[in-house]
């Protein structure tokens, strides 16, 4: 186990986990990279931030696996695309409210995300 964290330290690091995804403006593997970042630095350090990182890394996955399958099915109609933009705005506005609530001390669950990230 690492370095034991206060639970001002947790709530920080967790709603960073979450928070991170919006790397993703910038960057667009930035909505994976970032929760993995965290992840991997703190999820020995804390319980709490190890469950919200896997949780918004799970959930950023999911949507770059959703976004990724609209774009391809763009070559068949434009509305894919649109679609897509939906997926991707959705899921900043999910890690928003995820990394609220982690600042709160509370964990986050996303309504859907694959769990590939145990």
Do not use: C
Request: proline share 3%; aromatic share 10%.
């Amino acid at each position: 186990m690492g370095k034991s964290l206060t639970k001002t330290e947790e709530s920080t690091w967790g709603m960073a986990a979450h928070m991170s995804a919006l790397t993703g403006i910038i960057f667009p593997l930035g909505i994976v990279l970032g929760p993995l970042v965290v992840w991997l630095l703190k999820r020995n350090d804390s319980g709490f931030v190890d469950t919200n990182a896997k949780e918004a890394l799970n959930f950023q996955i999911t949507i770059l696996i959703i976004t990724f399958l609209l774009v391809v099915l763009s070559a068949l109609s434009g509305i894919f695309v649109v679609l897509a933009g939906i997926v991707g705005l959705a899921g900043l506005g999910f890690a928003i409210y995820g990394g609220l609530q982690a600042k709160k001390g509370e964990n986050y669950t996303y309504p859907f995300a694959l769990r590939l990230i145990k």
